[in-house]
């Protein structure tokens, strides 16, 4: 008969992404999480089999957390392109308050190109945001083209965020892509 966990898998995933954020994705050994869970390494490695299984579980997870959030700002977000603004804004408030907490997180983003799964479900989610972006621009010219285009931005407007790191990120972001609008607007 299998043991009851002591500690539910969310929780275990959730404590293996802060120390990922914190320290970096090499930094998430069994070791480094057992100590901060309070399980063994051995029951770690029981569950995951291997530390780069437990990376995955753990940036699967939060790929699951993205996509919800994604489709939740999508419902409730206007269809309108300031709608489309509040829905990139509203997924640009977890990047961190400074460059260096914003530079971890693209070590994160080096797990997810370097695993064919979590680039897929990368691919995935730009599909979702592109489909709800363009409902969102749709009384635009070309409105697939502006929402890919708008994306891009957005990207963009955080990489450029983190050289200058000039107030908040998501208020940096939403004077960027107001900009965008008003440049699609007068074409």
Do not use: N
């Amino acid at each position: 008969m299998p043991r009851t966990r002591t500690l539910p898998d969310e929780q275990l995933l959730e404590m293996v992404l802060a120390l990922i954020h914190a320290e970096g994705p090499d930094a998430a050994s069994f070791g480094a999480v057992a100590k901060v869970s309070g399980l063994s390494g051995s029951t770690l490695v029981q569950r995951f089999g291997t530390k780069s299984a437990m990376l995955r579980s753990a940036l699967l997870h939060a790929w699951d957390a993205l996509d919800a959030l994604t489709a939740r700002l999508a419902t409730v977000c206007e269809k309108t392109p300031e709608g489309a603004v509040a829905l990139l804004t509203g997924l640009s408030q977890d990047y961190g308050e400074d460059a260096a907490a914003y530079a971890q997180g693209l070590l994160v983003l080096r797990e997810d190109f370097r695993d064919p799964v979590l680039r897929a479900r990368g691919a995935a989610w730009a599909d979702a945001l592109t489909a709800a972006l363009t409902a969102c621009l749709s009384a635009v010219r070309d409105p697939a083209i502006c929402a890919r285009l708008m994306l891009s931005q957005w990207q963009g407007s955080l990489l450029w965020w983190g050289f200058t790191s000039e107030g908040r990120v998501a208020d940096y972001v939403e004077r960027e892509l107001q900009l965008f609008l008003k440049a699609i607007a007068e074409r």
